[in-house]
């Protein structure tokens, strides 16, 4: 008796000093930034991580401590519109509607569609819409009001990245799940009218979608990270057809001042090389931009206009907790920040 009391005491001093040290809840969020961490698939465990920019302080998991649940699986965009963050959880098929200023959760939308998962993918805004790509096939037409989805617009085979482009809406077919039979098509929507007006063929597995300082709209074609290689295409912002095809080894682009970082990821060797491209002259100006020693895994990069500042994506071999690295407009190295597994989108609260 005397050891089974003694264990219990001790019980009841640690379940003591756990209700002690809890984090308590972030009453209003200002100068920092959010990061989403993809996790794992099928684990459940997509997280935010919080990054303080006045302390440098980093929480992880702060969706959890905020609302005492898990995200869900698979993580995928984050962006935010008027006074709300979204988002998009693919594997679990939701879209989480987060208050901006306490990062507390407005409202979880169940995206599936008769009993099945839609897996939604990327999500943008036009006019009090929220446009969210779905692997099902579909555009869902979500009132940011409401919350209700509106209307469903049929693409092409798992559409993907979006992009604004004036009053149309240009989404990636990419086919991703249905290799090596992938799509090979942008589908151009009226949003004005919410339709389907036009298929442009662009080439096999098409992904990230980029407008130019000039106007002029880019597309990367990811092939089948084997024989057909992934490459950049370039096309008429008013026909939206192929102007310009680019015998280069590109695999994302971002916007970057009056021009482009292309990244190329080696999926055989796990190498990266990051330049600059110059739009006016549709060729690279700088290449190493980036050196490839700053990563183990790179997994993508978002520039910061207001700070200048490049934000990086390490993976760290995709099962171990990554990194954001932060860079200069010059890209030399400045700092880390640790995260959650696979983080690989980052928002700005100012």
């Not at 999500?123 to 790509?133: N, W």
């Not at 249905?178 to 597995?205: A, H, R, W, Y």
């Not at 990086?312 to 890209?331: E, H, I, L």
Request: charged share 20%; with cysteine; aromatic share 12%.
């Amino acid at each position: 008796m005397k050891y089974v009391s003694g264990f219990i005491i001790l019980l009841v001093i640690f379940s003591c000093k756990k209700e002690k040290t809890s984090t308590p809840k972030v009453d209003v969020l200002t100068n920092g930034a959010f990061v989403l961490c993809e996790g794992l698939f099928q684990q459940n465990n997509a997280t935010l991580s919080w990054i303080d920019f006045s302390n440098e302080d980093v929480t992880n998991n702060f969706f959890t401590q905020q609302n005492s649940r898990q995200l869900g699986d698979t993580g995928n965009d984050i962006k935010i519109y008027g006074n709300k963050i979204y988002v998009v959880v693919t594997t679990s098929s939701t879209l989480e509607i987060i208050d901006k200023s306490n990062g507390e959760s407005i409202k979880q939308i169940d995206m599936k569609s008769n009993g099945v998962g839609k897996q939604p993918r990327s999500i943008t805004f036009y006019q009090g819409k929220a446009l969210v790509s779905c692997f099902d096939g579909y555009i869902d037409v979500i009132d940011t009001i409401s919350f209700e989805v509106e209307q469903r617009i049929e693409v092409g085979l798992n559409p993907d990245a979006l992009l604004v482009n004036g009053y149309h809406l240009l989404v990636s077919n990419s086919g991703g799940l249905n290799s090596p039979l992938m799509d090979s098509t942008i589908s151009i929507i009226d949003l004005n009218s919410m339709t389907e007006f036009k298929k442009v063929t662009v080439g096999k597995n098409p992904g990230k979608i980029a407008l130019s300082q000039e106007g002029n709209i880019y597309v990367i074609t990811r092939g089948n990270y084997g024989s057909i290689p992934s490459r950049m295409k370039k096309l008429n912002p008013v026909s939206y057809e192929i102007d310009k095809s680019f015998e280069l080894d590109v695999s994302f682009i971002e916007r970057f001042e009056n021009q482009f970082i292309v990244s190329y990821f080696n999926y055989s060797n796990n190498q990266v090389s990051i330049s600059l491209f110059d739009t006016q002259l549709d060729t690279i100006v700088e290449e190493n931009f980036i050196t490839s020693n700053n990563f183990t895994t790179y997994y993508g990069l978002t520039y910061n206009q207001i700070q200048d500042l490049i934000y990086c994506f390490d993976a760290m071999s995709y099962v171990n907790t990554g990194y954001v690295k932060v860079f200069n407009k010059q890209g030399h190295y400045l700092k880390s920040y640790h995260l959650a597994l696979n983080p690989s989108k980052i928002i700005f609260i100012e």
